[in-house]
């Protein structure tokens, strides 16, 4: 341990389980005073294989770009806006996820937390997705995985089509 207080590292996809991982974070950073950073990692689309093979900075610009974006769509969808009293840190770095949250979270004294979709088929209600397992072989600091929330296959698909357009006009029906 080096002696600093660590830090509340949360690795943030977008998906519904690291919304809860963030919401998880926050309690965690107000709770023991600690600073909140929010981490999206981000790969070429077609693999950094494929990429070194044609580089093109222009695309990895903004490919970096629209994680950033979804990084800030990601901390206003879990907090709806940035919540008082608690630092707030973003980062956006190349590479894999698992890779790039063993790397930031690399103190004893932090705290890592990455999402995980829930599922009645797993034996502990959790997959084991590439990110858990990476995190699970690869964290020196104290992990927690956060389940999202359980779902019907259907309101899954209704959510994976749903768009913050669509929200808002069913607000404005309900409410007005």
Same mark, same amino acid.
């Given at each position: 341990m080096t002696?600093?207080?660590?830090r509340?590292?949360?690795?943030?996809?977008?998906?519904?389980?690291?919304?809860?991982?963030?919401?998880?974070?926050l309690?965690? $950073? +107000?709770?023991?005073? %600690?600073? =909140?950073?929010?981490v999206?990692?981000?790969?070429? #689309?077609?693999?950094e294989?494929?990429? *070194?093979?044609?580089?093109?900075?222009?695309?990895a610009?903004?490919?970096a770009?629209?994680? $950033? +974006?979804?990084?800030? %769509?990601? =901390?206003?969808?879990?907090?709806?806006g940035l919540p #008082?009293?608690?630092?707030?840190?973003? *980062?956006?770095?190349?590479?894999?996820?698992?890779?790039?949250?063993?790397?930031?979270?690399?103190?004893?004294?932090?705290?890592?937390?990455?999402?995980?979709?829930?599922?009645s088929?797993?034996?502990?209600?959790?997959?084991?997705?590439?990110?858990?397992?990476?995190?699970?072989?690869?964290?020196?600091?104290?992990l927690v995985?956060v389940g999202g929330?359980?779902?019907l296959?259907?309101?899954?698909?209704?959510?994976?089509?749903?768009r913050?357009?669509?929200?808002?006009?069913?607000?404005?029906?309900?409410?007005?």
């Amino acid at each position: 341990m080096t002696g600093r207080a660590g830090r509340v590292v949360v690795g943030v996809s977008g998906s519904l389980a690291s919304l809860a991982a963030l919401r998880r974070g926050l309690a965690e $950073a +107000r709770a023991t005073g %600690r600073p =909140l950073l929010a981490v999206m990692a981000w790969e070429p #689309p077609e693999g950094e294989a494929l990429y *070194r093979a044609r580089p093109e900075s222009s695309w990895a610009g903004l490919w970096a770009e629209d994680a $950033a +974006r979804r990084l800030d %769509r990601a =901390l206003d969808d879990a907090f709806g806006g940035l919540p #008082p009293k608690v630092r707030i840190e973003r *980062r956006v770095l190349r590479g894999t996820p698992g890779t790039v949250l063993c790397a930031v979270a690399s103190d004893a004294a932090d705290l890592l937390l990455v999402g995980a979709a829930r599922s009645s088929r797993s034996s502990m209600g959790v997959h084991r997705r590439p990110v858990q397992r990476a995190v699970l072989a690869g964290a020196v600091c104290d992990l927690v995985i956060v389940g999202g929330p359980r779902l019907l296959p259907r309101e899954a698909r209704l959510l994976r089509r749903c768009r913050r357009r669509d929200v808002r006009l069913t607000a404005r029906r309900e409410h007005g």
